[in-house]
T-cell receptor, first 115, second 116 residues
Framework: AQKVTQAQTEISVVEKEDVTLDCVYETRDTTYYLFWYKQPPSGELVFLIRRNSFDEQNEISGRYSWNFQKSTSSFNFTITASQVVDSAVYFC????????????FGTGTRLTVIP | GAGVSQSPSNKVTEKGKDVELRCDPISGHTALYWYRQRLGQGLEFLIY????????KSGLPSDRFSAERTGESVSTLTIQRTQQEDSAVYLC??????????????FGQGTRLTVV
């Protein structure tokens, strides 16, 4: 079974619109970490955020915000006032356990921001 | 350099040949990871190195795949007798500490492998 599901394969928005990228995860561990990465056309993944399972506070960083809800096993990512430079593939990922070595990635959501 | 460096950036090889992919981590990073990304897919964990500890090879898909790393320096991923299913982008990442949960990983730009 998929540990991380990103149901939205592709999203297109017009510049300045808000957009939310969904991420649903599955784990039996009580300690786990959730991540979002951005993969621009250059191919290099860029770390955006890490959140541990004990911290459900939502986080805002500039135009980016994240909504972590354990009750629905979701860790959604919202970009407000989207810009063309936001166009990329966004990956949600899960790391299980306190000493886990690897990340389970979702299949990614390709976001296209149309000028 | 400042980031994780991978070489070559692109590699085309004939089916059955061996290939070697190289990763130069960020200086001082003790942890190093290899991932595979097939077209349109997420990243698939292959192997993890942490300092001089035994590597976590649980993600290697077959015995045709192997990886080496000496200390905290360069790593090479070797694929023997390549198959067309091995075609993918191979991404390397490094991080400071014990692993991804404790700190963010920095990724290279990947090596695009095409097996014809």
């Amino acid at each position: 079974a998929q540990k991380v599901t990103q149901a939205q394969t592709e999203i297109s928005v017009v510049e300045k619109e808000d957009v939310t990228l969904d991420c649903v995860y599955e784990t039996r561990d009580t300690t786990y970490y959730l991540f979002w990465y951005k993969q621009p056309p250059s191919g290099e993944l860029v770390f955006l955020i890490r959140r541990n399972s004990f911290d459900e506070q939502n986080e805002i960083s500039g135009r980016y915000s994240w909504n972590f809800q354990k009750s629905t096993s979701s860790f959604n990512f919202t970009i407000t006032a989207s810009q063309v430079v936001d166009s990329a593939v966004y990956f949600c990922a899960l790391s299980e356990g306190a000493g886990a070595n690897n990340l389970f990635f979702g299949t990614g959501t390709r976001l296209t921001v149309i000028p | 350099g400042a980031g994780v460096s991978q070489s070559p950036s692109n590699k085309v090889t004939e089916k059955g040949k061996d290939v070697e992919l190289r990763c130069d981590p960020i200086s001082g990073h003790t942890a190093l990871y290899w991932y595979r990304q097939r077209l349109g897919q997420g990243l698939e964990f292959l192997i993890y190195f942490q300092g001089n500890s035994a590597p976590d090879k649980s993600g290697l898909p077959s015995d045709r795949f192997s990886a080496e790393r000496t200390g905290e320096s360069v790593s090479t991923l070797t694929i023997q007798r390549t198959q067309q299913e091995d075609s993918a982008v191979y991404l390397c990442a490094s991080s400071w500490d014990r692993g991804i949960p404790n700190t963010e990983a920095f990724f290279g730009q990947g090596t695009r492998l095409t097996v014809v």
